[in-house]
Protein backbone atom coordinates (compact mmCIF):
# COMPACT_ATOMS: atom_id res chain seq x y z
CA UNK A 1 0.00 0.00 0.00
CA UNK A 2 1.51 3.25 -0.76
CA UNK A 3 1.17 6.69 1.17
CA UNK A 4 -1.93 8.70 0.80
CA UNK A 5 -3.65 5.05 0.43
CA UNK A 6 -6.72 3.74 2.30
CA UNK A 7 -6.50 0.22 3.78
CA UNK A 8 -8.50 -2.36 2.29
CA UNK A 9 -10.74 -4.18 4.51
CA UNK A 10 -8.90 -6.71 6.76
CA UNK A 11 -5.77 -4.90 6.45
CA UNK A 12 -4.36 -3.60 9.86
CA UNK A 13 -5.02 0.66 10.14
CA UNK A 14 -1.40 2.63 9.65
CA UNK A 15 -1.49 5.44 11.25
CA UNK A 16 1.90 7.06 9.51
CA UNK A 17 -0.32 6.42 6.55
CA UNK A 18 -2.30 9.44 7.26
CA UNK A 19 -0.77 11.98 5.19
CA UNK A 20 -3.24 14.35 3.74
CA UNK A 21 -5.73 16.35 5.51
CA UNK A 22 -8.89 14.76 2.99
CA UNK A 23 -7.74 11.19 4.72
CA UNK A 24 -7.97 12.84 8.26
CA UNK A 25 -11.38 14.63 7.75
CA UNK A 26 -13.21 11.43 5.91
CA UNK A 27 -12.52 9.23 9.03
CA UNK A 28 -15.04 11.73 10.96
CA UNK A 29 -17.79 10.63 8.81
CA UNK A 30 -17.05 7.13 8.35
CA UNK A 31 -16.49 7.15 12.92
CA UNK A 32 -20.08 8.57 12.91
CA UNK A 33 -21.84 5.97 10.72
CA UNK A 34 -19.94 3.26 12.61
CA UNK A 35 -20.93 4.74 16.02
CA UNK A 36 -24.11 5.32 15.39
CA UNK A 37 -25.28 1.75 13.83
CA UNK A 38 -23.49 -0.22 16.94
CA UNK A 39 -25.31 2.38 19.17
CA UNK A 40 -28.68 1.84 17.34
CA UNK A 41 -27.73 -1.68 16.96
CA UNK A 42 -27.35 -2.07 20.32
CA UNK A 43 -30.67 -0.73 21.33
CA UNK A 44 -32.54 -3.27 18.81
CA UNK A 45 -30.98 -6.15 20.84
CA UNK A 46 -30.76 -5.38 24.19
CA UNK A 47 -33.24 -6.38 26.42
CA UNK A 48 -32.49 -5.88 29.52
CA UNK A 49 -32.45 -3.93 31.74
CA UNK A 50 -35.28 -2.11 30.73
CA UNK A 51 -33.33 1.22 30.13
CA UNK A 52 -30.62 0.14 28.38
CA UNK A 53 -31.96 0.40 24.87
CA UNK A 54 -33.83 4.04 25.57
CA UNK A 55 -30.01 4.94 26.57
CA UNK A 56 -28.49 4.10 23.76
CA UNK A 57 -30.49 5.60 21.41
CA UNK A 58 -30.48 8.70 23.49
CA UNK A 59 -26.61 8.55 22.86
CA UNK A 60 -27.07 7.80 19.15
CA UNK A 61 -29.17 11.25 18.88
CA UNK A 62 -26.81 13.50 21.52
CA UNK A 63 -23.79 11.93 18.89
CA UNK A 64 -24.45 13.20 16.01
CA UNK A 65 -24.37 17.33 16.62
CA UNK A 66 -21.50 16.24 18.87
CA UNK A 67 -19.52 14.78 16.07
CA UNK A 68 -20.68 17.38 14.18
CA UNK A 69 -19.57 20.46 16.48
CA UNK A 70 -16.40 18.67 16.57
CA UNK A 71 -16.10 18.51 12.87
CA UNK A 72 -16.62 22.28 12.41
CA UNK A 73 -14.25 22.98 15.08
CA UNK A 74 -11.87 20.66 12.62
CA UNK A 75 -12.49 23.19 9.75
CA UNK A 76 -12.25 26.65 12.06
CA UNK A 77 -10.48 26.76 15.02
CA UNK A 78 -7.69 23.69 13.40
CA UNK A 79 -7.85 24.94 9.60
CA UNK A 80 -3.92 25.36 9.76
CA UNK A 81 -3.52 21.95 11.15
CA UNK A 82 -5.37 20.89 8.39
CA UNK A 83 -3.55 22.30 5.41
CA UNK A 84 -1.40 19.98 2.96
CA UNK A 85 1.98 19.22 4.99
CA UNK A 86 4.18 21.68 3.99
CA UNK A 87 1.98 24.48 5.02
CA UNK A 88 1.19 22.66 8.30
CA UNK A 89 4.85 21.92 9.03
CA UNK A 90 5.79 25.60 7.86
CA UNK A 91 2.84 27.18 10.06
CA UNK A 92 3.89 24.64 13.40
CA UNK A 93 7.45 25.80 13.19
CA UNK A 94 7.10 29.56 12.77
CA UNK A 95 4.83 29.45 15.73
CA UNK A 96 6.85 27.72 18.25
CA UNK A 97 9.74 29.93 16.87
CA UNK A 98 7.54 32.85 17.86
CA UNK A 99 6.53 31.63 21.15
CA UNK A 100 9.67 30.52 22.34
CA UNK A 101 11.79 33.98 21.21
CA UNK A 102 8.77 35.79 22.67
CA UNK A 103 8.88 33.99 26.26
CA UNK A 104 13.03 35.20 26.05
CA UNK A 105 11.75 38.66 24.83
CA UNK A 106 9.55 38.69 27.55
CA UNK A 107 12.47 37.07 30.27
CA UNK A 108 14.32 40.23 29.18
CA UNK A 109 12.09 42.58 29.69
CA UNK A 110 10.78 42.18 33.39
CA UNK A 111 14.71 41.77 33.89
CA UNK A 112 15.05 45.55 32.51
CA UNK A 113 12.16 47.18 34.51
CA UNK A 114 10.39 47.26 31.46
CA UNK A 115 6.96 45.74 32.89
CA UNK A 116 3.98 47.54 31.09
CA UNK A 117 2.84 50.56 33.13
CA UNK A 118 6.64 51.53 33.92
CA UNK A 119 6.84 51.90 29.55
CA UNK A 120 3.80 54.11 29.96
CA UNK A 121 5.27 56.28 31.99
CA UNK A 122 7.81 56.71 30.19
CA UNK A 123 10.79 53.97 30.93
CA UNK A 124 12.41 53.10 27.47
CA UNK A 125 15.68 50.70 26.66
CA UNK A 126 18.02 54.01 27.55
CA UNK A 127 17.15 53.16 31.02
CA UNK A 128 17.81 49.43 30.62
CA UNK A 129 21.77 47.85 30.87
CA UNK A 130 23.23 48.41 27.33
CA UNK A 131 23.95 45.13 26.93
CA UNK A 132 20.29 44.02 27.80
CA UNK A 133 18.82 46.48 25.71
CA UNK A 134 20.99 45.02 22.69
CA UNK A 135 19.78 41.75 23.41
CA UNK A 136 15.63 43.16 23.35
CA UNK A 137 16.45 44.86 20.44
CA UNK A 138 17.66 41.91 18.27
CA UNK A 139 15.02 39.76 20.10
CA UNK A 140 12.34 42.03 18.96
CA UNK A 141 13.74 42.48 15.45
CA UNK A 142 13.63 38.14 15.21
CA UNK A 143 9.98 38.21 16.71
CA UNK A 144 8.68 40.62 14.15
CA UNK A 145 10.38 38.53 11.65
CA UNK A 146 9.14 35.24 12.66
CA UNK A 147 5.42 36.89 12.78
CA UNK A 148 5.68 38.08 8.96
CA UNK A 149 6.49 34.93 7.96
CA UNK A 150 3.86 33.33 9.75
CA UNK A 151 1.43 35.99 8.46
CA UNK A 152 2.73 35.31 4.87
CA UNK A 153 1.94 31.48 4.84
CA UNK A 154 -1.22 31.04 2.79
CA UNK A 155 -3.82 29.39 4.90
CA UNK A 156 -7.25 30.42 4.77
CA UNK A 157 -8.81 31.85 7.43
CA UNK A 158 -5.99 31.99 9.84
CA UNK A 159 -5.94 32.04 13.53
CA UNK A 160 -5.24 35.05 15.37
CA UNK A 161 -1.72 35.31 16.51
CA UNK A 162 -0.77 33.75 20.00
CA UNK A 163 -1.31 36.72 22.45
CA UNK A 164 1.99 35.51 24.20
CA UNK A 165 3.69 36.95 21.06
CA UNK A 166 1.54 40.02 20.47
CA UNK A 167 1.83 41.64 23.71
CA UNK A 168 6.07 41.57 24.68
CA UNK A 169 6.25 42.17 21.01
CA UNK A 170 3.68 45.71 21.67
CA UNK A 171 5.78 46.45 24.77
CA UNK A 172 8.95 46.04 22.98
CA UNK A 173 8.68 48.29 20.45
CA UNK A 174 7.06 50.64 22.75
CA UNK A 175 10.43 50.85 24.98
CA UNK A 176 12.13 51.30 21.61
CA UNK A 177 9.79 54.26 21.24
CA UNK A 178 8.88 53.14 17.58
CA UNK A 179 5.06 53.46 17.91
CA UNK A 180 3.68 52.17 14.73
CA UNK A 181 4.61 48.68 15.45
CA UNK A 182 4.03 49.09 18.67
CA UNK A 183 0.25 50.22 17.51
CA UNK A 184 -0.53 47.35 15.43
CA UNK A 185 1.03 44.57 18.11
CA UNK A 186 -1.50 46.00 20.51
CA UNK A 187 -4.60 46.55 18.38
CA UNK A 188 -3.94 42.90 17.20
CA UNK A 189 -3.83 41.42 21.17
CA UNK A 190 -6.42 43.57 22.52
CA UNK A 191 -8.63 41.60 19.76
CA UNK A 192 -8.31 38.70 21.64
CA UNK A 193 -7.89 40.39 25.29
CA UNK A 194 -10.12 43.60 25.08
CA UNK A 195 -10.40 43.35 29.00
CA UNK A 196 -7.09 44.40 29.77
CA UNK A 197 -7.09 47.80 30.49
CA UNK A 198 -3.29 48.32 30.85
CA UNK A 199 -2.62 46.80 26.99
CA UNK A 200 -5.58 49.48 26.24
CA UNK A 201 -3.89 52.42 28.02
CA UNK A 202 -0.35 50.80 26.32
CA UNK A 203 -2.00 51.29 22.52
CA UNK A 204 -3.61 54.78 23.50
CA UNK A 205 0.36 55.93 24.13
CA UNK A 206 1.28 53.64 20.98
CA UNK A 207 -1.57 55.67 18.62
CA UNK A 208 -0.80 59.11 20.21
CA UNK A 209 2.31 59.12 19.69
CA UNK A 210 2.45 58.09 16.37
CA UNK A 211 0.72 61.41 15.26
CA UNK A 212 -0.95 59.92 11.90
CA UNK A 213 -3.25 62.96 12.21
CA UNK A 214 -7.45 62.24 12.91
CA UNK A 215 -7.02 58.42 12.66
CA UNK A 216 -4.22 58.07 14.91
CA UNK A 217 -6.11 60.37 17.72
CA UNK A 218 -9.38 58.42 17.09
CA UNK A 219 -7.74 55.21 17.62
CA UNK A 220 -6.09 56.59 20.93
CA UNK A 221 -9.61 58.10 22.12
CA UNK A 222 -10.69 55.10 21.37
CA UNK A 223 -8.10 52.73 23.08
CA UNK A 224 -8.19 55.54 26.68
CA UNK A 225 -11.74 54.69 26.92
CA UNK A 226 -11.80 51.33 26.87
CA UNK A 227 -9.17 51.45 29.59
CA UNK A 228 -11.37 53.68 31.52
CA UNK A 229 -14.42 50.63 31.18
CA UNK A 230 -11.95 47.31 32.16
CA UNK A 231 -9.84 48.86 34.94
CA UNK A 232 -10.95 47.26 37.96
CA UNK A 233 -12.32 49.31 41.39
CA UNK A 234 -9.26 48.09 42.29
CA UNK A 235 -7.22 50.66 40.40
CA UNK A 236 -5.14 52.99 41.32
CA UNK A 237 -6.69 56.16 41.42
CA UNK A 238 -3.33 57.83 39.51
CA UNK A 239 -3.66 55.53 36.71
CA UNK A 240 -6.87 56.53 36.18
CA UNK A 241 -6.76 59.77 36.16
CA UNK A 242 -3.87 59.85 34.00
CA UNK A 243 -5.76 57.90 31.52
CA UNK A 244 -8.43 60.54 32.13
CA UNK A 245 -5.60 63.38 31.17
CA UNK A 246 -4.46 61.58 28.01
CA UNK A 247 -8.28 61.34 26.79
CA UNK A 248 -8.57 65.02 27.64
CA UNK A 249 -5.35 65.82 24.85
CA UNK A 250 -6.41 63.16 22.29
CA UNK A 251 -10.27 65.61 22.86
CA UNK A 252 -8.13 68.64 22.22
CA UNK A 253 -6.16 67.47 19.45
CA UNK A 254 -9.36 66.69 18.23
CA UNK A 255 -10.62 70.22 18.74
CA UNK A 256 -13.70 68.70 20.65
CA UNK A 257 -13.03 71.28 23.71
CA UNK A 258 -16.13 70.64 25.70
CA UNK A 259 -15.02 66.73 26.11
CA UNK A 260 -11.14 67.93 26.68
CA UNK A 261 -12.81 70.49 29.52
CA UNK A 262 -14.72 68.15 31.26
CA UNK A 263 -11.83 65.19 30.98
CA UNK A 264 -9.46 67.54 32.85
CA UNK A 265 -11.87 68.51 35.48
CA UNK A 266 -12.46 64.29 36.71
CA UNK A 267 -8.80 64.15 36.49
CA UNK A 268 -8.52 66.53 39.06
CA UNK A 269 -11.35 64.96 41.37
CA UNK A 270 -9.76 61.37 41.06
CA UNK A 271 -6.53 62.25 42.03
CA UNK A 272 -4.25 64.98 43.72
CA UNK A 273 -0.71 63.59 42.54
CA UNK A 274 1.28 66.57 41.82
CA UNK A 275 2.68 65.11 37.82
CA UNK A 276 -1.27 64.61 37.43
CA UNK A 277 -2.20 67.64 38.18
CA UNK A 278 0.79 69.17 36.11
CA UNK A 279 -0.23 67.54 33.09
CA UNK A 280 -3.90 68.71 33.71
CA UNK A 281 -2.50 72.04 34.11
CA UNK A 282 -0.74 72.53 31.26
CA UNK A 283 -3.55 70.82 28.86
CA UNK A 284 -5.91 73.66 30.14
CA UNK A 285 -3.31 76.03 29.49
CA UNK A 286 -3.35 74.55 26.17
CA UNK A 287 -7.28 74.47 25.33
CA UNK A 288 -7.05 78.60 26.80
CA UNK A 289 -4.13 79.41 24.17
CA UNK A 290 -5.81 77.37 21.37
CA UNK A 291 -9.12 79.71 22.07
CA UNK A 292 -7.42 82.53 22.52
CA UNK A 293 -8.15 83.35 26.25
CA UNK A 294 -5.32 85.48 27.05
CA UNK A 295 -5.51 86.06 30.78
CA UNK A 296 -6.59 81.99 31.61
CA UNK A 297 -3.57 81.18 29.61
CA UNK A 298 -1.25 83.27 31.59
CA UNK A 299 -3.01 82.11 34.87
CA UNK A 300 -2.79 78.45 33.72
CA UNK A 301 1.09 78.87 33.27
CA UNK A 302 1.60 80.76 36.22
CA UNK A 303 0.63 77.95 38.43
CA UNK A 304 3.01 75.58 36.63
CA UNK A 305 5.30 77.83 37.23
CA UNK A 306 4.69 77.33 41.02
CA UNK A 307 5.14 73.86 40.50
CA UNK A 308 8.31 74.29 38.80
CA UNK A 309 6.87 72.42 35.31
CA UNK A 310 6.96 74.69 32.97
CA UNK A 311 9.03 72.78 30.18
CA UNK A 312 6.31 71.57 28.20
CA UNK A 313 5.07 75.14 27.70
CA UNK A 314 8.53 75.59 26.96
CA UNK A 315 9.01 73.41 24.38
CA UNK A 316 5.51 74.68 22.99
CA UNK A 317 6.77 78.77 22.78
CA UNK A 318 6.63 78.28 18.30
CA UNK A 319 3.10 76.36 18.28
CA UNK A 320 0.30 76.00 20.70
CA UNK A 321 1.59 79.52 22.71
CA UNK A 322 3.30 81.53 19.92
CA UNK A 323 0.86 84.30 19.64
CA UNK A 324 1.86 85.19 23.63
CA UNK A 325 5.69 84.24 23.14
CA UNK A 326 6.54 88.19 23.35
CA UNK A 327 3.58 89.07 25.65
CA UNK A 328 4.83 91.14 28.66
CA UNK A 329 2.87 88.84 31.55
CA UNK A 330 2.86 85.53 29.86
CA UNK A 331 6.90 86.18 30.06
CA UNK A 332 6.39 86.93 33.55
CA UNK A 333 4.19 84.10 34.44
CA UNK A 334 6.58 81.57 32.76
CA UNK A 335 9.59 82.50 34.84
CA UNK A 336 13.17 82.81 33.63
CA UNK A 337 14.81 79.75 31.66
CA UNK A 338 15.53 79.06 27.82
CA UNK A 339 12.56 77.45 25.27
CA UNK A 340 13.29 73.49 25.35
CA UNK A 341 12.38 71.07 22.67
CA UNK A 342 9.69 68.52 24.10
CA UNK A 343 11.23 65.03 24.63
CA UNK A 344 10.89 62.07 27.00
CA UNK A 345 12.51 64.34 29.87
CA UNK A 346 10.38 67.18 29.06
CA UNK A 347 7.08 65.95 27.66
CA UNK A 348 4.51 67.41 25.93
CA UNK A 349 1.99 65.87 28.26
CA UNK A 350 -0.99 65.38 25.14
CA UNK A 351 -2.02 62.53 25.12
CA UNK A 352 1.11 60.39 24.24
CA UNK A 353 2.91 60.17 27.91
CA UNK A 354 5.80 57.84 27.73
CA UNK A 355 7.07 59.11 24.41
CA UNK A 356 8.14 61.99 22.32
CA UNK A 357 6.51 65.14 21.51
Known sequence: MSDGETPAPGQPFRPD????WVQLL??????????????????????TPAWGPALLLIAAVVNVPLFLGCLFLLQTRFRPQMQPDDHYERYLRE????????????????????E???????????????????RIRRLT???????????????????PLPIDVLL??????????????????LDLYVTQRPDDWQA?????????????GDGSNVAALRAYSEALVFAPDSTDPRWRARTVVNRAATFRRLRRIPEARADLELATELSRDPDIRAEALYNRACLHAMLREREQTIAAVAELRDLGRTDAVRGHL???????RDDPEFRAALGPGQAVKPTAEHPDWDGSRGGEA
Open 17 to 20: RIVT
Open 26 to 47: ATWPVTLVLVEGILVGAAATLR
Open 95 to 114: ERAALERSRRLERELQRSGL
Open 116 to 134: MLAVVDGRDLQSAPPDAAD
Open 141 to 159: ALVDEVVHRLEDIDIPRPP
Open 168 to 185: PLGRAFMAQKEWDPAARY
Open 200 to 212: QLSRGVAHANARR
Open 318 to 324: HDYFAWL
